[in-house]
C-alpha cells in the first residue's frame, strides 16, 4: 500500500511542480499590478493637483485682473467687481459688504434659511464681525460648527433645526424673534425658495440674497411646482429664473441690484434705499450671470467661522 502510494506521488510531482510555478508567477503579476495601481494613483492625484492649481490661477486672474479690464464689469456701480471670498461659497462676502458700505447698517442683524454646514454661507462672516442673528436649516449639521464656541453662545446667534416651508416660514421667525425690520436675510433652500420669500412678505430686511436658477434665460418668468415636502433632487428643476425674482422682488418693494459671478446668488435693495447708489435698470437681463458652476473655487484655507469681533 505504502509503495503504491509513493508512485502515485512521484508520478504527480511534475504536475504540482507546475502548479506551484503557475502560483508564484501569478504572485509576480499580481505584485506588478498593485504597482501599476498605485503608479496610476499617484499619477491621477498629481495630474488632479495640477488641473486644481491651473484652474486656480485662471480664477485668480479672471477675477483679480481681467474683470477690472472688462466694460461691463469695471462699471463702479455694478457689484461684481467687489466680489471677496471669506466663508462664503462664491464671492458675496465682498458683495454685501460694498452693499452696506453705500447705504449703510442700522441693526446690523442678519436672518439666514438654508446654512449648510455653518462653515460656508452668506452669514457666516458677518457673524464673525460681531453681527448677531438666525440660522434655520433642515440639517443639523452646522450645530457641529457651533460646539466649543463660547464666542457664539448667547443672543449672538439664535438657530432651528427645521424644515421650512410656504406654511411654516413666518411662525418659525416668530418662533426665533426675528424683527419685522433688519439688515440682511438671505434665503437659499434650493426648491422652494421662491415660495419662501413670497411668504414672508411681511417682513422688511433692507437687503435680500436669494439663490435663483441661472439655468434659465433672463426674460423668463418661470419657478418650480410648490410642494411644501419636496427637496431639490440635484436636477436644474429648482427655485426660480431670475426674471420670476425680479418680479417678486418689485412686487415687495425691493429692486435687483446684482449677481454673483458664477450664477448663484441674487441681491436685492430696498427701495427706499436705492437713490443712485447701483447700476440700473434694475432688471434681469441687465445683472443676470450665466451658471458658471464649475469656475467656482476656495482660493484660501479651508473655511472656517473666525473669532468673533465685538
Not at 419685522?180 to 417682513?203: G, K, P
Request: charged share 25%.
Amino acid at each position: 500500500m505504502l509503495r503504491k502510494l509513493l508512485a502515485n506521488i512521484y508520478h504527480r510531482l511534475p504536475l504540482l511542480r507546475e502548479t506551484h510555478s503557475l502560483v508564484c508567477q501569478l504572485h509576480a503579476v499580481n505584485y506588478q499590478l498593485d504597482a501599476l495601481i498605485r503608479e496610476h494613483r499617484e499619477t491621477r492625484a498629481t495630474l488632479l493637483l495640477l488641473e486644481n492649481n491651473l484652474k486656480a490661477s485662471q480664477m485668480i486672474q479672471l477675477h483679480d485682473f481681467d474683470l477690472r479690464a472688462h466694460q461691463r464689469y469695471a462699471e463702479p456701480k455694478r457689484l461684481l467687481r467687489y466680489q471677496a471670498q471669506v466663508s462664503s461659497q462664491n464671492g458675496e462676502d465682498g458683495v454685501i459688504h460694498e452693499i452696506f458700505r453705500r447705504i449703510g447698517t442700522t441693526t446690523r442683524i442678519f436672518a439666514e434659511v438654508g446654512i449648510g454646514d455653518g462653515y460656508e454661507n452668506n452669514t457666516a462672516f458677518l457673524l464673525a464681525q460681531g453681527w448677531t442673528g438666525f440660522w434655520i436649516d433642515a440639517d443639523g449639521t452646522f450645530l457641529k460648527a457651533l460646539e466649543k464656541r463660547e464666542d457664539l453662545s448667547g443672543d449672538c446667534l439664535r438657530h432651528l433645526v427645521a424644515l421650512t416651508s410656504r406654511e411654516n416660514i413666518c411662525q418659525l421667525f416668530g418662533q426665533l424673534g426675528v424683527p419685522v425690520e433688519f439688515d440682511l436675510m438671505s434665503l437659499d433652500i434650493d426648491q422652494n425658495t421662491y415660495y419662501l420669500w413670497e411668504a414672508l412678505r411681511s417682513f422688511r430686511p433692507r437687503v435680500v440674497v436669494i439663490e435663483y436658477n441661472a439655468a434659465i434665460p433672463p426674460d423668463i418668468e418661470w419657478k418650480v411646482r410648490y410642494d411644501a415636502n419636496r427637496v431639490w433632487d440635484g436636477s436644474q428643476n429648482f427655485g426660480a429664473s431670475l426674471k420670476s425674482f425680479e418680479m417678486l422682488g418689485r412686487e415687495l418693494g425691493y429692486s435687483l441690484v446684482g449677481c454673483d459671478f458664477g450664477g448663484t446668488n441674487a441681491f436685492f435693495v430696498r427701495d427706499d434705499l436705492l437713490a443712485d447708489k447701483f447700476a440700473g435698470p434694475f432688471t434681469a437681463e441687465n445683472h443676470y450671470e450665466p451658471a458658471r458652476y464649475p469656475m467656482c473655487h476656495r482660493r484660501c484655507h479651508r473655511p472656517a467661522i473666525l473669532d468673533r469681533s465685538v
